[in-house]
């Protein structure tokens, strides 16, 4: 069974920064997307950023120039760095991973809640 645990989340203020880790219990991770995705509160889920197994990054242009998505394949891991936090930031962080070939194989996080407030 494939486990998705994130950690990282909390509260900051306005201007701050975290930074959110996902490990992944999957070998070959290498041959997956990997992406975060969030969530307020009355809003869908929508895409943060995402990196793809082919090494392309793509992201929200709400989060384009604050935000950086990594990955470390050998950790089976994937960060999305956060600066110049802004309140609208506020929401449940998911993290996502899915097969490049076989999209039937995603999986997703419990889910970490960044909160940004003064």
């Known amino acids: 069974q494939v486990q998705l645990v994130e950690s990282g989340g909390g509260s900051v203020q306005p201007g701050g920064s975290l930074r959110l880790s996902c490990a992944a219990s999957?070998?070959?991770?290498?041959?997956?997307?990997m992406g975060w995705y969030r969530q307020a509160p009355g809003k869908q889920r929508g895409s943060v950023a995402v990196?793809?197994?082919?090494?392309?990054?793509n992201y929200a242009d709400s989060v384009k120039g604050r935000f950086t998505i990594s990955r470390d394949n050998a950790k089976n891991t994937v960060y999305l760095q956060m600066n110049s936090l802004k309140p609208e930031d506020t929401a449940v962080y998911y993290c996502?991973?899915?097969?490049?070939?076989?999209?039937?194989?995603?999986?997703w996080g419990q889910g970490t809640q960044v909160t940004v407030s003064s």
């Open positions: 996502m991973v899915r097969h490049a070939f076989l999209s039937e194989h995603e999986y």
């Open positions: 999957i070998s070959g991770l290498g041959i997956y997307d």
């Open positions: 990196f793809t197994s082919d090494g392309i990054r």
